[in-house]
């Protein structure tokens, strides 16, 4: 591997498939979508908390096999991953995370767990990942002496132009304006789950493009996502402080 993989570290439902669309946009990197993730939830061996018999496994789908192709693509060029640190634990550790250039997507667990209640009304706690996604942030401000690069989906949507701007500075890349636009299409690239349930909205989208920024009344959420969201906040919060240009 001669450079750093550039990774994403993201919570579900936090417009990560959105911001990874605009990085294979550009045409600069070989792209992965959550190769861990398809591991986690459908591998030869899943550690989805809510898998059943009838559940999708692939035979020989396994963190290995799955953090050998991703470096096999490093070695021949540049490479972005979007991935969730909850999907990780098998592969922890500082020389898996020295192979990364890191930084952090984060989103109001009040809109994120909403979003995930309404897809999954079921869905496990572990399927959340703010708690892990504040760990591996913590983890890696220790270990380097600095926190990595952090970005809010708020103001990613608000101002797509200038947050991707100062994310392709932190990280070291260059801006490439023309990747935040896009026509509506398939999604294929992205959509090994149930064949891409999940990003409707990205499919019909034209780009990363600013809307106005909204607030989720948690008075009316059912009540397993106020409770959930109670739990979450906090991680949520610590990780706010480090944002790209937070007050």
Known sequence: MTEKILALWAV????????????????????????????WYQGESPDWPRLRAESVRTP?????????????????????????????DALWGDSFFDCFTHSFLIRDP???ITSMYKHWPDFHIAETGFA??????????????????????????????????????????????????WAPGERKEVSWWDGGSFHENLRNSRGLESRPRTTIDMSDAPSRVREVHGLMRPHYQHLSAHRIGAA
Do not use: N
């Open 110 to 112: 009040a809109k994120a």
């Open 12 to 39: 579900p439902r936090s417009t990560s498939t959105a911001f990874e669309w605009m990085m294979r946009m550009r045409g600069d990197m070989t792209c992965f979508h959550e190769p861990f993730g398809e591991v």
């Open 132 to 181: 892990e996604q504040r760990a591996l942030f913590d983890y890696l401000t220790a270990r380097h002496g600095r926190p990595p690069p952090v970005i809010d989906s708020d103001d990613l949507l608000e101002d797509p132009a200038a947050v991707v701007e100062a994310w392709c500075e932190a990280v070291g890349i260059p801006f490439i304006a023309e990747a935040l636009h």
């Open 60 to 88: 020989g789908l396994t963190y290995e096999s799955a953090w050998a192709r991703v470096q096999a693509a490093a070695r021949i060029g540049p490479v972005f991953i979007k991935d969730f640190p909850h999907y990780l």
